[in-house]
């Protein structure tokens, strides 16, 4: 089964050979783990139809309040938030909507971690420009 990831770089192959304009950006998220709001967080998890006992449980832990897990008071350290693997989890419920948004347009996203690659391709420049200069104000809006 072929990755989505794949399927981005056979497209860009593709293209010169069907005459194709390639447009590329490459976005890399800064802070997307420690500086998205946690309200942010919460909201797109509950879109996504997570438990709200989990999604009280993640606030009280990004506002650094002991939660109860098993019956048992946990504290974790003022690093905690932006370590480990449950950062990048929730980040990628948050940033899905974006992705969601541009790729209806017939752009080519990927997303990994907190890095983007949007491409726009087709065989007028200007369809495609006009294309890309959408996708980065969506980008700047959301």
């Known amino acids: ?30 802070g997307a ?8 967080t919460c909201n797109a ?19 650094r309040r002991p939660s109860i897990v098993l019956l048992e008071w946990l504290r974790y350290p003022e690093d905690a938030r932006g370590e480990g693997v ?22 080519y996203i990927q997303g990994y971690a907190d890095d983007i690659c949007i491409l726009a391709v087709g065989r007028v420049p200007n369809t495609e420009s006009g294309l890309m200069q959408w996708a980065l104000l969506t980008v700047e809006t959301w």
């Not at 981005?8 to 590329?24: F, I």
């Not at 449950?86 to 752009?107: C, E, H, M, Q």
Request: charged letters at 20%.
């Open 33 to 40: 783990f420690n500086d998205t709001c946690y309200c942010t």
């Open 86 to 107: 449950l950062s990048p989890l929730l980040w990628s419920f948050v940033v899905d909507d974006l992705i969601t948004r541009l790729s209806v347009t017939g752009i």
């Open 45 to 63: 998890l509950v879109r996504h139809g997570n438990d709200c006992t989990i999604v009280r449980w993640i606030r009280a832990t990004w506002l």
């Open 1 to 30: 089964m072929e990755t989505a990831l794949h399927q981005l770089v056979v497209r860009v192959e593709k293209a010169p050979d069907q005459q194709e304009t390639v447009l590329g950006v490459f976005l890399d998220m800064e």
